[in-house]
């Protein structure tokens, strides 16, 4: 028999023969698969009135990203979250979160980049995230080890959570062992290629000696170059004084990589369960050409997780749960600088600036750029580490009441977080210099000290500490009619302890939560609670009651259309804990206003002065929220879920400032005076069947848009268009622009535009307000916020036949205004020796006429082009294929002889398509952070 028959049969057979395990996807099962709201407070999805999606294990490991945080993009109805540039070795370089968009406008715990660093987003829009119901990270989380996801959303699902949930929570679950009798391992591999960083283009050293020579001439200045020096760096014949370089391919390569290796060890009996994991991760970094022999300052990290979860009885009536995890973990990379600020490099200096080396051989520099040589940074400084440790650690204990009256239970339990992030550097200096003509001759100058030995140093960089401790009694019963009633009493307290200063915080929370159902019907659910801070001194406590209701409709599982229908409805009350300025209850002083003289020896001294007021008498931020929805089940094959949802926050702290002249000379404090509404609604989709052949299809969509808008506020505009009031909480404001100004003529026939002076090229903007004169007071609101997209959706299409299985996940985003200005070095061109990109020269006004997008080009800082405006601001919209793969289940007659269950190759991809509506970057991220990239991860995992 040929070789090629032999193998068409064969395959043939593998394909034809049935899989070790059936993990298709199937709907849930509504009675059995458990909803968490917190504190040992559980509902099944079938009586629930809370508005919460999970996401399991398996739905989990579809996708490439090794880190928990990266794994969600996409995934959960009412989850958006959003990916980050910068090395993921590095501290907050996962993704970001956020449930029902910015509810508020106070400071922010969430960031994003902007102008070569992070900076807060407007609206404190930080979502509570907890892992086994403690408050954790999970950037260095792993998706094996984790059993299910869920998102909780609405006053009945957060209303457990006190001030820290307001904002919605993401519940994580992590792996425990099983009650089957039996020992399992189970082992997994997987290598990552991440290439295509993407990011601007920017111009050669032609083009930008060019574009220089017409901002200088734009300036009224002399062009900064002659003909026969543009024809050098076109053709590189003097490489040394007229450079070409490009600083992305020499510094960067093309691809990185990073590889993952897990093996557990789980299983037990009625009495002990036990899950075991040791992970470890390696990633390696972009950079060209690290190793220096004494040193490597490759962007790397290695991490390993090491988890034990035990639970077990220690009597027919005592029940033990224990966690631990350990996380060691070590990066790698140059002093001094990150991974954003070394990408960043390539959008602040020129391709002409220098070159890589002088002609005496030392690194290129400047007196304009002095050392911003990346290369000599990677190469010629030394090197970087970090040394990051981490523990978690919980434990519950719970004891059957049944003595006392049956169905009541105590429990009592507590944790210890710590975590601690040492710097230690290998550095030594180097020499930098430059070449030029004097006399006809080709001169060096050289700065800078070559030092031949790494110089040691390290320093504690970060660190914190969370502990909490929580007990009470729960009970649950079923009446005579086959009602259920159950209630949980809880008292729980937390200290959280981070860096710097007003950091250490504490929390108590005394609640009631109580559940009632009829007949599979009618659901009820109160809870009643009561939370303590002492982040909000003097306002500590808050009464925050919350109420859900159900009706389940239709409970039909043999019907051939609508197999189940419940609508939910719940509204609540609850609190913020943030206040804008820490001590704000006390009078602020200044030391230095003016001098008084005393003594007879005319001593003197600064005298002191009131600068604000104490804010002491207020409300703590209050948060009044509605959510109607319903779940569907229709031909035991579609789910569907709807929820439109309400919410004011009042007694927004907001400066007074503006409330006094400044005639007073004393700044007013704050006033609890601001108010926000949110609202909107969330779709889901979910659609699994599985054929008499065996062929399973899934599919599934998800859709969400919401809105916000600022009801009051404390302040006193010029005119109707400067006030906030009726404009989105995280507004962007800026000039509407009418285009660019085509002749001095038209200039001189427009409203004055006060910002400095105006040439041909420039952009002229709308006279709002009617005054005849353009200035401050003729800014708007934009139509949508800056901080996180409006509108979130998502799709999702998997296959799977005789082993062969497909999953595609794509994520999409629209309705944010992003400021391009911010993305310094791609279209802040020119002014302050910056970068050009070829997206700005292509479409400034001196290179695209009548089509330009952009204004004229300059070496000055042009105030009337800077200003915020529809110039700058972009509505951007995108759409990323997130997730995608292709696996296979080795049959049965191949795996069992072997004595394992379940054997599955795969290749997954990430970032592979994208599109949007900005040409020159990334939409999803407009930084000049390092890039995301899209990735191919090939891997096998295997199950004994």
Same mark, same amino acid.
């Given at each position: 028999?040929?070789?090629?028959?032999?193998?068409?049969?064969?395959?043939?057979?593998?394909?034809?023969?049935?899989?070790?395990?059936?993990?298709?996807?199937?709907?849930?099962?509504?009675?059995?698969?458990?909803?968490?709201?917190?504190?040992?407070?559980?509902?099944?999805?079938?009586?629930?009135?809370?508005?919460?999606?999970?996401?399991?294990?398996?739905?989990?490991?579809?996708?490439?990203?090794?880190?928990?945080?990266?794994?969600?993009?996409?995934?959960?109805?009412?989850?958006?979250?959003?990916?980050?540039?910068?090395?993921?070795?590095?501290?907050?370089?996962?993704?970001?979160?956020?449930?029902?968009?910015?509810?508020?406008?106070?400071?922010?715990?969430?960031?994003?980049?902007?102008?070569?660093?992070?900076?807060?987003?407007?609206?404190?829009?930080?979502?509570?995230?907890?892992?086994?119901?403690?408050?954790?990270?999970?950037?260095?989380?792993?998706?094996?080890?984790?059993?299910?996801?869920?998102?909780?959303?609405?006053?009945?699902?957060?209303?457990?959570?006190?001030?820290?949930?307001?904002?919605?929570?993401?519940?994580?679950?992590?792996?425990?062992?099983?009650?089957?009798?039996?020992?399992?391992? !189970? @082992?997994?591999?997987?290598?990552?290629?991440? *290439?295509?960083?993407? /990011?601007?283009?920017? #111009? =050669? $050293?032609?083009?930008?000696?060019?574009?220089?020579?017409?901002?200088?001439?734009?300036?009224?200045?002399?062009?900064?170059?002659?003909?026969?020096?543009?024809?050098?760096?076109?053709?590189?014949?003097?490489?040394?004084?007229?450079?070409?370089?490009?600083?992305?391919?020499?510094?960067?390569?093309?691809?990185?990589?990073?590889?993952?290796?897990?093996?557990?060890?789980?299983?037990?009996?009625?009495?002990?369960?036990?899950?075991?994991?040791?992970?470890?991760?390696?990633?390696?970094?972009?950079?060209?050409?690290?190793?220096?022999?004494?040193?490597?300052?490759?962007?790397?990290?290695? !991490? @390993?997780?090491?988890?034990?979860?035990?639970? *077990?009885?220690?009597? /027919?009536?005592?029940? #033990? =749960? $224990?966690?631990?995890?350990?996380?060691?973990?070590?990066?790698?990379?140059?002093?001094?600088?990150?991974?954003?600020?070394?990408?960043?490099?390539?959008?602040?200096?020129?391709?002409?600036?220098?070159p890589i080396r002088t002609a005496g051989g030392v690194w290129g520099g400047s007196q304009t750029f002095g050392d911003y040589n990346l290369l000599a940074k990677t190469q010629g400084r030394g090197f970087m580490k970090t040394h990051q440790r981490q523990i978690w650690a919980n434990m519950t204990l719970e004891q059957d009441l049944d003595f006392i009256t049956k169905g009541l239970k105590f429990y009592v339990g507590a944790s210890y977080d710590n975590s601690s992030?040492?710097?230690?550097?290998?550095?030594?200096?180097?020499?930098?210099?430059?070449?030029?003509? =004097?006399?006809?001759?080709?001169?060096?100058?050289?700065?800078?000290?070559?030092?031949?030995?790494?110089?040691?140093?390290?320093?504690?960089?970060?660190?914190?500490?969370?502990?909490?401790?929580?007990?009470?009694?729960?009970?649950?019963?079923?009446?005579?009619?086959?009602?259920?009633?159950?209630?949980?009493?809880?008292?729980?307290?937390?200290?959280?302890?981070?860096?710097?200063?007003?950091?250490?915080?504490?929390?108590?929370?005394?609640?009631?939560?109580?559940?009632?159902?009829?007949?599979?019907r009618l659901m009820a659910d109160v809870v009643l609670a009561a939370n303590g801070s002492n982040r909000s001194y003097p306002a500590k406590w808050a009464f925050s009651p919350t109420l859900g209701l159900g009706y389940i409709f239709a409970n039909n599982p043999e019907s051939s259309f609508l197999n189940y229908g419940k609508v939910r409805l719940s509204g609540g009350i609850q609190h913020s804990d943030y206040v804008p300025q820490p001590g704000l209850w006390q009078?602020?002083?200044?030391?230095?206003?003016?001098?008084?003289?005393?003594?007879?020896?005319?001593?003197?001294?600064?005298?002191?002065?009131?600068?604000?007021?104490p804010t002491d008498d207020f409300v703590q931020e209050t948060a009044y929220k509605a959510n109607i929805g319903t779940d569907l089940r229709i031909a035991n094959a579609l789910d569907v879920t709807l929820d439109v949802f309400y919410q004011q926050r009042r007694n927004i702290l907001v400066s007074a400032s503006s409330l006094n002249s400044a005639v007073v000379g004393i700044q007013s404090s704050y006033d609890d005076k601001g108010r926000i509404a949110s609202y909107?609604?969330?779709?889901?989709?979910?659609?699994?069947?599985?054929?008499?052949?065996?062929?399973?299809?899934?599919?599934?969509?998800?859709?969400?848009?919401?809105?916000?808008?600022?009801?009051?506020?404390?302040?006193?505009?010029?005119?109707?268009?400067?006030?906030?009031?009726?404009?989105?909480?995280?507004?962007?404001?800026?000039?509407?622009?009418?285009?660019?100004?085509?002749?001095?003529?038209?200039?001189?026939?427009?409203?004055?535009?006060?910002?400095?002076?105006?040439?041909?090229?420039?952009?002229?903007?709308?006279?709002?307000?009617?005054?005849?004169?353009?200035?401050?007071?003729?800014?708007?609101?934009?139509?949508?916020?800056?901080?996180?997209?409006?509108?979130?959706?998502?799709?999702?299409?998997?296959?799977?036949?005789?082993?062969?299985?497909?999953?595609?996940?794509?994520?999409?985003?629209?309705?944010?205004?992003?400021?391009?200005?911010?993305?310094?070095?791609?279209?802040?061109?020119?002014?302050?020796?910056?970068?050009?990109?070829?997206?700005?020269?292509?479409?400034?006004?001196?290179?695209?006429?009548?089509?330009?997008?952009?204004?004229?080009?300059?070496?000055?800082?042009?105030?009337?082009?800077?200003?915020?405006?529809?110039?700058?601001?972009?509505?951007?919209?995108?759409?990323?294929?997130?997730?995608?793969?292709?696996?296979?289940?080795?049959?049965?007659?191949?795996?069992?002889?072997?004595?394992?269950?379940?054997?599955?190759?795969?290749?997954?991809?990430?970032?592979?398509?994208?599109?949007?509506?900005?040409?020159?970057?990334?939409?999803?991220?407009?930084?000049?952070?390092?890039?995301?990239?899209?990735?191919?991860?090939?891997?096998?995992?295997?199950?004994?």
């Open positions: 028999m040929k070789l090629k028959n032999i193998f068409i049969y064969t395959l043939a057979g593998l394909c034809a023969a049935p899989v070790a395990v059936n993990a298709q996807v199937t709907l849930s099962d509504k009675t059995s698969q458990k909803v968490d709201l917190g504190y040992g407070v559980q509902q099944s999805e079938f009586l629930t009135t809370a508005a919460a999606t999970t996401i399991t294990a398996e739905e989990l490991r579809r996708t490439s990203a090794i880190s928990l945080a990266d794994a969600l993009y996409g995934k959960l109805l009412g989850l958006n979250a959003f990916q980050n540039t910068g090395f993921k070795g590095e501290e907050g370089r996962g993704a970001t979160f956020n449930i029902r968009g910015i509810q508020t406008t106070a400071k922010n715990g969430t960031q994003m980049y902007r102008d070569g660093q992070m900076q807060d987003i407007p609206g404190e829009a930080g979502i509570l995230i907890l892992v086994d119901g403690i408050e954790r990270p999970i950037d260095r989380l792993t998706v094996e080890e984790v059993e299910s996801v869920t998102v909780l959303k609405d006053a009945a699902a957060v209303a457990l959570y006190g001030h820290e949930g307001v904002n919605g929570v993401l519940l994580v679950k992590t792996k425990h062992g099983t009650k089957d009798g039996k020992y399992h391992f !189970k @082992a997994g591999l997987s290598h990552k290629i991440q *290439f295509d960083p993407q /990011s601007a283009d920017m #111009v =050669s $050293a032609y083009d930008y000696a060019n574009a220089l020579n017409r901002a200088r001439l734009n300036d009224g200045g002399t062009a900064a170059y002659s003909d026969a020096e543009l024809q050098k760096f076109k053709d590189g014949s003097d490489p040394f004084v007229y450079p070409n370089v490009n600083w992305k391919d020499e510094t960067f390569k093309k691809t990185a990589h990073e590889s993952n290796a897990y093996l557990s060890f789980f299983g037990g009996t009625d009495k002990v369960q036990y899950y075991t994991q040791l992970d470890y991760t390696d990633g390696r970094g972009l950079y060209k050409n690290p190793d220096q022999g004494d040193f490597n300052s490759q962007l790397k990290y290695s !991490k @390993a997780n090491i988890r034990a979860n035990v639970d *077990f009885e220690v009597s /027919s009536t005592t029940r #033990v =749960s $224990a966690n631990l995890l350990g996380i060691l973990m070590e990066t790698n990379g140059v002093p001094d600088v990150n991974s954003n600020d070394a990408w960043w490099h390539l959008y602040k200096v020129p391709a002409l600036a220098f992030n040492t710097i230690e550097t290998r550095s030594k200096g180097y020499q930098y210099g430059w070449n030029y003509y =004097s006399g006809g001759a080709m001169q060096e100058t050289v700065m800078g000290t070559v030092e031949d030995k790494l110089v040691f140093n390290h320093w504690v960089d970060s660190q914190w500490r969370i502990a909490t401790f929580n007990a009470g009694f729960r009970y649950a019963t079923q009446l005579n009619n086959g009602d259920n009633l159950s209630a949980n009493a809880n008292y729980n307290m937390k200290s959280e302890i981070r860096d710097n200063r007003s950091n250490t915080w504490y929390r108590a929370n005394w609640q009631l939560a109580m559940h009632y159902d009829h007949a599979n009078a602020a002083w200044d030391s230095s206003h003016g001098q008084f003289w005393y003594g007879t020896n005319f001593a003197s001294s600064w005298g002191a002065f009131l600068t604000q007021f909107g609604m969330e779709l889901g989709l979910r659609y699994a069947k599985t054929f008499s052949n065996g062929l399973n299809i899934n599919a599934g969509a998800s859709f969400s848009t919401v809105k916000n808008e600022v009801l009051q506020w404390i302040e006193t505009p010029a005119y109707p268009n400067l006030s906030r009031v009726n404009g989105p909480a995280d507004d962007e404001r800026g000039l509407i622009a009418l285009g660019f100004f085509q002749s001095q003529e038209e200039i001189d026939n427009s409203p004055v535009q006060q910002f400095g002076q105006v040439k041909v090229g420039d952009i002229k903007y709308k006279d709002v307000n009617g005054d005849n004169v353009i200035n401050e007071n003729d800014f708007v609101a934009q139509d949508y916020g800056n901080a996180f997209p409006a509108l979130n959706y998502a799709f999702t299409l998997g296959a799977e036949y005789k082993g062969f299985g497909i999953n595609a996940t794509f994520q999409g985003a629209g309705h944010q205004v992003k400021n391009l200005r911010y993305v310094d070095g791609v279209w802040g061109a020119l002014s302050d020796n910056r970068n050009l990109s070829q997206e700005y020269y292509n479409n400034c006004f001196d290179v695209a006429g009548a089509n330009a997008k952009y204004p004229r080009l300059s070496t000055e800082n042009v105030a009337n082009n800077a200003q915020n405006s529809t110039i700058w601001y972009r509505n951007v919209n995108w759409l990323k294929l997130r997730d995608c793969e292709v696996y296979y289940k080795l049959p049965a007659c191949v795996v069992e002889p072997l004595k394992i269950t379940c054997a599955r190759l795969f290749v997954q991809g990430q970032n592979l398509l994208s599109f949007d509506n900005i040409a020159a970057m990334d939409a999803e991220n407009l930084n000049t952070g390092y890039p995301v990239m899209k990735s191919v991860n090939i891997g096998l995992s295997v199950q004994f």
